[in-house]
């Protein structure tokens, strides 16, 4: 894998909830994308224990359990 790469993304996700403009930021968008970049650093990098455990927490949050449950099984 590529951990600076991997690590990037689970940073960049982690900010999702702070950048564009208010009207961008509603909930449900706002998770989308922080579930994609975490899905992309995992991918980047499959030991990424942050971003498996951040895609967890966000999919938990969205009513995704299973799959919060799985991303948590890291």
């Given at each position: ?11 960049l996700?982690r ?14 968008s706002v ?6 970049l975490?899905?992309?650093a995992l991918?980047a990098d499959?030991?990424n224990f942050r ?10 949050r969205t009513g ?6 799985d991303?948590?099984q890291?």
């Open positions: 894998g590529v951990p600076e790469g991997s690590l990037a993304l689970y940073h996700g900010l999702q909830p702070w950048l564009g403009e208010s009207r961008e930021r509603n909930e449900l998770a989308a994308r922080m579930v994609a975490q899905e992309a991918l499959p030991q971003a498996a455990n951040e895609l967890g927490v966000v999919l938990a995704r359990l299973e799959a919060a449950r991303a948590l890291y």
